[in-house]
């Protein structure tokens, strides 16, 4: 059976897209050819990829919330997940 996807935006990448673009990104900021000028655009691209990232997760969160509300009552607390939903990147 075909997995299919539910995008809202057919256009816009996917969140596996954007954290492979972020590894990518990653990968030349760690480069040491990489210029300094290169790696602070990279660093500025990075920066607007991962609030992406947080609003869809954030997104699938408040869904997931709705869907099963009895699941997401469980959910750990954790310090980590309070970071990862909550504050600003």
Known sequence: MAVTSA???????GIE??????????????NPETGIENSIALYEEGLAIAEQ????LQEA???I????????KNW??????????DSEI
């Open 76 to 85: 750990p607390d954790t310090a980590r997940n309070r970071d990862l939903f």
């Open 53 to 56: 990232c947080k609003k869809r």
């Open 7 to 13: 995008k809202k935006n057919p256009g816009s990448p």
């Open 17 to 30: 897209e954007l954290i492979s673009r972020l590894e990518e990104i990653t990968r030349n900021i760690e």
């Open 65 to 72: 919330e709705i869907i099963n509300p009895e699941l997401a």
């Open 61 to 63: 969160r408040k869904k």
